[in-house]
């Protein structure tokens, strides 16, 4: 990187001045300077010096098809000579109309009513009450509990962060948050040597059998990030649990929500992740990639017999009075449509297959390094898991931040690399050149040795 110019430094200190950074302790900014960025490209960022990065974490997963792209661009501005926002109570508009009959399409069939609010935590949120309040209408008020798996991320609001796991979150807001059931999960990270997938999915699926089993009564739902776990160190586990559970949630009438925030749109290979498990959630929550990362929604989707427990005379007081102001704002509606235009045309998940093909083959350098504790991949999600020691798995201290190093490195070699604690990961827009590819996990290599060195 070239010396801040004098352009950045001036928009580095007045940023300073006014502006909270989210997830960020402000005094790291004594050491490690805000980077001003002033467009964006395809892949690229570009900051006031003329500096590129290739945005290698799609600016946390929302990106799927490049910044500054024509298609999305195009469909907004045309979308703001016509209507730019209504209210969505009493009134609608048709990208909505056109968004929720293609959303109700591409996802499983049960899944025909969406409801929608302006990003992920709060589209968790009206899963949840949603969920709670049907058990309530027809007549269980007893089922109000949630379960979540160990390592799990919902968001950051307090409901929504209640059914998380991430400790570094969670912790401080403990006492103010709702009284959850955490069950372990089947992070393939936690495999024993020698044992086969199947048998380890098993063996753990024996916790949420028992969880449901002896609390179905007061149970209103399971939810679940299906295959990923994003925020939770991009840990992985295989389809078969998806399976398991969506059977063991019918035999314990107890809900399914499917938080594809992360994971929908095509990330993990197919368009949504639970496709390979071969099930419908009884909620699934969208957000990020659905408006290719140009503006802030998202929808939860559900079945008509959810739908119709709420339907009744005013009087009966069944009715979900949830709102946002912007719910279903036609801007960001206009930018899924056109998201989703790109999908279709550019037939987005077959030819996604060549760059999984692509990263799986590079990511191999990973495999006999002897700082990573595991290399995995699940479609165009990548991460390397740094260790102090392979064999043990002994993860090196959190205070000596060695993936803030690697975050360094990585950007002195114009990638945008922000590392998850001790794991690096590669999530890039699926518009990536393949040797783009290749150049991010070289660097990717570099930016490991420099962080476990010493
Ligand atoms: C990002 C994320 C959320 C929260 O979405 P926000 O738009 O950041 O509130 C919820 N669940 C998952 C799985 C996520 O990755």
Redesign the pocket.
């Known amino acids: 990187m070239k010396e801040n110019s004098l352009v950045t430094d001036d928009l580095v200190a007045r940023d300073l001045a006014h502006v909270w950074h989210p997830c960020t302790q402000m005094k790291d900014h004594e050491q490690f300077p805000i980077i001003p960025i002033a467009r964006g490209q395809g892949v690229w960022l570009e900051d006031f010096d003329g500096n590129k990065y290739i945005d290698a974490i799609s600016s ?3 990106n799927i098809f490049g910044h500054a792209n024509q298609t999305i661009g195009a469909a907004i501005a045309k979308q703001t000579q016509q209507l730019e926002h209504v209210l969505l109570a009493g009134f609608s508009h048709q990208p909505i109309i056109h968004l929720s009959e293609q959303l109700v399409e591409i996802t499983p069939e049960p899944l025909q009513k969406c409801f929608y609010a302006d ?6 949120e009206v899963s949840l009450k949603m969920s709670f309040h049907y058990w309530k209408n027809i007549g269980k008020p007893k089922k109000k509990k949630f379960v979540t798996l160990q390592n ?6 307090l409901g ?1 962060l209640s059914v ?1 796991d991430v400790a570094l979150y969670k912790d401080t807001y403990k006492s103010l948050l709702l009284d959850v059931i955490t069950v372990p999960g089947a992070d393939s990270y936690n495999m024993e040597p020698g044992e086969q997938t199947e048998d380890y999915v098993l063996r753990m699926f024996t916790y949420m059998e028992e969880t449901l089993s002896e609390h179905h009564e007061e149970i209103s739902a399971v939810i679940v ?1 299906p295959l990923v ?3 939770g160190s991009m840990r992985m586990y295989d389809a078969k649990y998806l399976t398991l559970l969506r059977a063991a949630c019918d035999k314990y009438n107890v809900h399914l929500i499917a ?5 929908g749109f095509g990330r993990t290979g197919t368009m949504f992740a639970c496709e390979p498990a071969n099930i419908s959630p009884d909620f699934m ?1 969208l ?2 990639g659905l408006t290719g990362g140009y503006l ?1 929604l ?1 929808v939860v989707l559900t079945t008509n017999q959810i739908y119709d427990a709420f339907y009744d005379d005013y009087e009966t007081m069944r009715g979900f009075l949830h709102s946002h102001s912007y719910t279903g704002n036609p801007l960001a509606c206009a930018a899924a449509l056109a998201t989703l235009s790109i999908f279709h045309n550019r037939d987005t998940i077959q030819r996604n297959k060549n760059l999984i093909q692509r990263i799986k083959e590079n990511g191999q350098r990973f495999e006999n390094h002897p700082n990573i504790g595991q290399v995995r991949q699940t479609g165009m999600i990548f991460a390397v898991e740094m260790v102090e020691d392979k064999a043990a798995k002994t993860p090196h201290p959190w205070q000596q931040r060695r993936g803030l190093k690697a975050y360094k490195h990585a950007l002195s070699k114009h990638i945008l690399l922000r590392p998850l604690g001790n794991v690096l990961y590669f999530m890039p827009p699926y518009i990536i050149e393949p040797e783009q590819i290749d150049l991010v996990l070289e660097v990717m290599e570099e930016a490991v040795n420099v962080a476990v060195a010493n």
């Open positions: 946390w997963w929302v990003n992920g935590s709060s589209a968790v799990s991320y919902h968001g950051e609001t929504a998380g990030e776990q994003c925020a938080d594809e925030i992360a994971v929550c957000s990020k802030p998202s």
